[in-house]
């Protein structure tokens, strides 16, 4: 049996759902100017998978690198969500 397209089906869905929090969390704390942290991210693992020989480790990265580099427009757009109404204003944090 073969469970490669399991697990990487089983990653992928873990990664993405991990993000989604990681990106609401993140717009609270910070805003928009941590957007660069996900870029660094996704470039790492970007090179990473292109180093790597094994198949399972280098889909990961690769699902992980576009799921940082998506969660880049998810912030813009969370913020908009924020300014909605959808998702709680960090009172405690400065607008610029």
Same mark, same amino acid.
């Given at each position: 049996? @073969?469970?490669?397209?399991?697990?990487?089906?089983?990653?992928?869905?873990?990664?993405?759902?991990?993000?989604? =929090? !990681? %990106? !609401?969390?993140?717009?609270?704390?910070?805003?928009?100017?941590?957007?660069?942290?996900? $870029?660094?991210?996704?470039?790492?693992?970007? %090179?990473?998978?292109?180093?790597?020989?094994? !198949?399972? =480790?280098?889909?990961? $990265?690769?699902?992980?690198?576009?799921?940082? $580099?998506?969660? !880049? $427009?998810?912030?813009?757009?969370?913020?908009?969500?924020?300014?909605?109404?959808?998702? =709680?204003?960090?009172? @405690?944090?400065?607008?610029?």
């Amino acid at each position: 049996m @073969n469970f490669t397209g399991i697990v990487i089906g089983v990653s992928s869905f873990l990664c993405i759902g991990l993000f989604h =929090p !990681i %990106v !609401i969390k993140a717009e609270y704390y910070f805003g928009t100017r941590c957007w660069w942290v996900f $870029l660094l991210v996704a470039v790492s693992c970007i %090179v990473g998978s292109l180093l790597t020989k094994a !198949i399972i =480790p280098s889909t990961i $990265l690769g699902v992980v690198a576009f799921s940082s $580099l998506w969660s !880049i $427009l998810e912030l813009f757009k969370q913020r908009k969500r924020v300014e909605k109404g959808w998702f =709680p204003k960090n009172p @405690n944090r400065k607008e610029k």
